[in-house]
Structure formats: structure tokens, C-alpha cells
């Protein structure tokens, strides 16, 4: 039988929990977030002269009786956010599991597409419970399958099941990826992608991937999971490293030295991804692997700003 994608314990917490979008959401249907227009919540927004037509009940009898003049009151309307999930599943995500640690613990049991897919399904899980609309992109060179937007937490299990069985493989290539029209959403909303960000073009191809979504009028959240071995390795002596998506190896003595030019060059290439990010409005949060999912959940993710209760 497979297992699940989420503990059944975690789900009842993360519906106590919401997405925090810093924008007013222009849906297509009733939702729970307030939209820029006008319409039937219970959320007063403004007064407006009467026109004929307008519906009386929202006539304001105090006003017209205190200055003479016939206003009605208006409401802020309600809708859905519009959230899309990509997950990268190039080979380079799939690892970072028990074998590559040496550790025999649950929590550092799942390697890096596992990890990206338990946090896509708690994001997506706690988008339907709050009633937002919901789409799937699966990626690694291309689109490699796409969940067709979905509404309302009966939808949880197909959502789950889209994200269980997308299997790694696979060059990345973001860019050329979300490139293809089909890949780009529709409506304007929330845009999250559970990455390492390992990419050919560097920096430049995540940037170029990501002024495609904000021209598409996305909101975007970039998290990049690691796993412990590439933000820490502990590695030693003569060794072969091997390209998991190119095959191809280099030897190398890894010396102290060695290590500290690595460690130098991913906290130089992170910390340029998050220049652009802060540039931009874009939140950049950075999750390891060896972090438990309820910790990435409820404190990484919830202490970046981009969920709220």
C-alpha cells in the first residue's frame, strides 16, 4: 500500500493555517480574500452616491437623514486566489535520503523531491481548505505533467495523488520549462516552486524564468530544498564526484581548502538569488532536508511571512 503523502495528524493544523498573499486577489469565483473590487461581503469598503437601479437595501437611511443626499453603501467583494505549484523533478533532486547521509532517522529519510513534494502538497492542502483554486505543474527540462486547476478540500486526494507520482529524472532546465505557453498561468495569483535551484544557466536562468510569472502577474515564493551534504559536506580525500543529471565525473582531491571555496561559492550564488528576490518582491526561503516537515511548515515557511493563521 503506498504511503501517504501527508501524516493524516498534520492535515486538521494545517488547515488552521492560510496563505499569505500581499495583494488584493482578482479571482473568477467566490472565495475567502479580499478582492480589489466592489461587491456582496460583509466588509464595508465606501459610500457611493445612489444611482437608479442600485440595490436599496444597501440605501444608508442615516446618512440621507443627517445631509439630505441619497448614498448607498459598498462592500468589499470576496474570492478565490489562484495558487500554482511546480515542482522540479530533475534527477538532482533525488537526492539527499539515508544513503547519501548515513543517518537511519525518519526525519532525514526523504530526500529532496520527497521533501519538495510533502511542502507543494501542505501549500496546496491548505489552499483548498480555504476554498482558493489550486494547479499542479510537474518540471525538469519540460512540463512534465500538469494537475488542471482544482477547488475545495475534497480535491486534497487528486492533488496528492498528482504530486506522489511524479518520479525524477530528468535534466533541469527552469527556463526552457516554464518557457513552453502552456506552463505560464492564466490568472493572476500566487506562483510557488519547490526547487534546488541547481541550474545550467545559474542565476540568469532563474531570472529569466521568474520575469516570465511576474509578467504573468504572479506573486512568487521560491523555496529551495537542500539537502545537509550540499550545504555541509563533510566529504574527504581522493574522490570522483559524478553530475546526477549528466553522468558525467571529475576526480578531485577534496582537501579543507577545497570545501571552504564550495561553501564560499553556494553562499555567493544564494545570496545573489536573494539580492534579485528582495529586488523584486519575491520571497526566496531556503529549507534542508534534515529539517522535519512540521518544522519547515510551521516555522521556516510561516516565519518567512508567506503563511498566516
Not at 506573486?219 to 546526477?244: A, F, K, M, N, Y
Request: hydrophobic share 35%.
Amino acid at each position: 500500500m503506498t504511503e501517504p503523502l501527508l501524516p493524516p495528524s498534520l492535515l486538521p493544523r494545517l488547515e488552521r493555517l492560510s496563505i499569505a498573499s500581499k495583494r488584493r486577489v482578482r479571482g473568477t469565483m467566490q472565495g475567502k480574500r479580499r478582492s480589489s473590487r466592489f461587491g456582496s461581503s460583509l466588509e464595508f469598503a465606501d459610500y457611493r452616491e445612489y444611482s437608479p437601479g442600485d440595490d436599496i437595501r444597501r440605501f444608508d437611511w442615516g446618512v440621507y437623514s443627517r445631509t439630505g443626499r441619497p448614498f448607498v453603501r459598498q462592500y468589499w467583494d470576496e474570492q478565490e486566489l489562484q495558487v500554482s505549484l511546480y515542482v522540479d523533478n530533475s534527477a538532482s533532486m533525488d537526492f539527499g535520503d539515508n544513503k547519501a547521509s548515513g543517518k537511519n532517522d525518519e526525519q532525514s529519510g526523504m530526500n529532496k523531491l520527497e521533501y519538495a513534494k510533502c511542502l507543494a502538497a501542505s501549500i496546496g492542502y491548505m489552499a483548498l481548505a480555504s476554498y482558493d483554486r489550486v494547479q499542479g505543474t510537474v518540471f525538469s527540462s519540460e512540463v512534465e505533467s500538469q494537475l488542471p486547476p482544482v477547488r475545495g478540500k475534497a480535491s486534497a486526494a487528486r492533488l496528492f495523488s498528482f504530486l506522489q507520482a511524479a518520479q525524477p529524472g530528468g535534466l533541469g532546465n527552469l527556463a526552457r520549462a516554464l518557457r513552453q505557453p502552456k506552463a505560464l498561468p492564466k490568472q493572476p495569483g500566487m506562483t510557488w516552486i519547490f526547487s534546488d535551484f541547481w541550474l545550467d544557466g545559474g542565476v540568469a536562468e532563474l531570472t529569466e524564468t521568474l520575469s516570465f510569472l511576474l509578467a504573468a502577474g504572479q506573486e512568487i515564493v521560491l523555496v529551495q530544498v537542500l539537502s545537509p551534504e550540499e550545504t555541509s559536506p563533510s566529504l574527504s580525500g581522493d574522490l570522483r564526484l559524478v553530475d546526477s543529471e549528466l553522468g558525467t565525473g571529475k576526480e578531485i582531491a577534496m582537501t579543507g581548502k577545497m570545501l571552504d571555496v564550495y561553501r564560499q561559492a553556494l553562499q555567493a550564488y544564494q545570496a545573489e538569488i536573494a539580492r534579485f528576490c528582495s529586488e523584486r518582491a519575491i520571497y526566496y526561503i531556503q529549507i534542508n532536508t534534515d529539517t522535519s516537515l512540521e518544522t519547515g511548515i510551521f516555522e521556516t515557511l510561516r516565519g518567512a511571512g508567506v503563511l498566516g493563521s
